[in-house]
């Protein structure tokens, strides 16, 4: 829902406090003690409130965030949530939401306003998909600008529902999936499993 975006935030952020819900949650989604899971982090510095899961990152700084399936060579961000995340580098301002986002620039994913909201979606084609990036704002009403063209983005947010509403689903995701893999060619060379080699402060 384009109009619930601090919701999103904060019921995802639950899983960073040490309350009874934040505990019962990473339960359910079977964390281990140190909140990192399935992921090997290298020479990453970690804040002891993150959760991290299914990720590669080589370097970086990452604090009070939630990251899922993130791969990258280098990663700074606070107070972020980080969902299906491809790039040679990800720097974002506090509180920023990135969502699945494949990046092929050098230059990577760098968003200096917090509390941006950077996602993309894909538009079929007679060949196959499109990217489409979509760019938002918590202080943005989804709801209330629903009909209008904002922060550069080409489409309104009811173009782009209006658009993907007879989209192959299933398709999509295996377009998708290539994409995050192709480009994840090359930026972590394959190491052994590890969810230790990080530096926990």
């Not at 949650?25 to 990192?36: A, Q, T, Y």
């Not at 972020?80 to 509180?95: E, Q």
């Not at 930026?187 to 230790?196: D, G, K, R, Y």
Request: aromatic letters at 4%; one cysteine or more.
């Amino acid at each position: 829902d384009y109009g619930q975006l601090v919701l999103y935030r904060k019921n995802n952020l639950k899983l960073l406090d040490s309350n009874h819900e934040a505990i019962t949650m990473k339960k359910f989604f079977n964390f281990p003690k140190n909140n990192i899971k399935n992921s090997e982090l290298n020479n990453t510095i970690i804040s002891n409130d993150c959760c991290i899961s299914s990720s590669h990152v080589k370097n970086g700084n990452i604090k009070s965030s939630l990251l899922c399936k993130v791969t990258c060579s280098d990663c700074e961000c606070e107070g972020a949530i980080l969902v299906n995340v491809t790039a040679t580098k990800i720097k974002v301002a506090p509180g920023c939401i990135v969502y699945n986002v494949v990046s092929t620039d050098p230059e990577g994913i760098v968003i200096d306003k917090p509390g941006s909201i950077l996602t993309s979606t894909l538009q079929a084609t007679n060949t196959g998909a499109n990217s489409l990036t979509i760019r938002s704002h918590l202080d943005l009403d989804g709801g209330k600008v629903w009909k209008q063209k904002v922060l550069g983005n080409d489409f309104s947010f009811e173009d782009i529902y209006n658009s993907n509403s007879a989209v192959d689903v299933s398709s999509m995701d295996k377009i998708s999936t290539s994409m995050h893999s192709s480009a994840a060619v090359g930026i972590l060379a394959p190491t052994p499993e590890c969810t230790l080699g990080c530096s926990i402060s």
